[in-house]
T-cell receptor
Framework: NAGVTQTPKFQVLKTGQSMTLQCAQDMNHEYMSWYRQDPGMGLRLIHYSVGAGITDQGEVPNGYNVSRSTTEDFPLRLLSAAPSQTSVYFC?????????????FGNGTRLTVT | KNQVEQSPQSLIILEGKNCTLQCNYTVSPFSNLRWYKQDTGRGPVSLTIMTFSENTKSNGRYTATLDADTKQSSLHITASQLSDSASYICVVSAGNQGGKLIFGQGTELSVKP
């Protein structure tokens, strides 16, 4: 029972490099989302998707792109990495249409941009 | 402004003792309140979800309470274990904006033997 799987677990980038953080879930959840977690701050929503082919911005979307071609996968792309994007990134999923549906999180990708 | 404030920021207790974590929120309209446990190096895991009409919900040794009038919630941990050492995050879902989630900063709990 894999749940939400994120890869890689750790990544170091140089300023200006690009990369894709992978997220896959096997629970047939319609809703998927990306958060970043920084010290002293609550989790902040980057982008989310309510189904295949549908994405929308969260509160901190600048510098990130997403796409949702399948129900299972929701990759997050960093276009040109900046030191301010050093953070721990979490992917989460849940059933849509039910406001009491819990979010299921992956175990995160720790990204360092030098 | 929608906010979720948690206290204390950190807490150290001895194994076997009880503790209570606090969460105050200013989110309006309110949909539900969630507590998550986050072990070091792992993603958050859901403990409880409470709607407006629920004032207590338990999950094993974890009991959450909600006072929607005062906009306060607490998470009580009974007979703490070393494995309870983690960050506990309070999350409030707004009743509009598509159920937007507002996260607290978390309380770091350390249980010592």
């Amino acid at each position: 029972n894999a749940g939400v799987t994120q890869t890689p677990k750790f990544q170091v980038l140089k300023t200006g490099q690009s990369m894709t953080l992978q997220c896959a879930q096997d629970m047939n959840h319609e809703y998927m989302s990306w958060y970043r977690q920084d010290p002293g701050m609550g989790l902040r929503l980057i982008h989310y998707s309510v189904g295949a082919g549908i994405t929308d911005q969260g509160e901190v979307p600048n510098g990130y792109n997403v796409s949702r071609s399948t129900t299972e996968d929701f990759p997050l792309r960093l276009l040109s990495a900046a030191p301010s994007q050093t953070s721990v990134y979490f992917c989460a999923s849940s059933f849509s249409g039910r406001r009491d549906s819990p979010l299921h999180f992956g175990n995160g990708t720790r990204l360092t941009v030098t | 402004k929608n906010q979720v404030e948690q206290s204390p920021q950190s807490l150290i207790i001895l194994e076997g003792k009880n503790c209570t974590l606090q969460c105050n929120y200013t989110v309006s309209p309110f949909s539900n309140l969630r507590w998550y446990k986050q072990d070091t190096g792992r993603g958050p895991v859901s403990l409880t979800i409470m709607t407006f009409s629920e004032n207590t919900k338990s999950n094993g040794r974890y009991t959450a309470t909600l006072d929607a009038d005062t906009k306060q919630s607490s998470l009580h941990i009974t007979a703490s274990q070393l494995s309870d050492s983690a960050s506990y995050i309070c999350v409030v879902s707004a009743g509009n904006q598509g159920g937007k989630l507002i996260f607290g900063q978390g309380t770091e709990l350390s249980v010592k033997p």
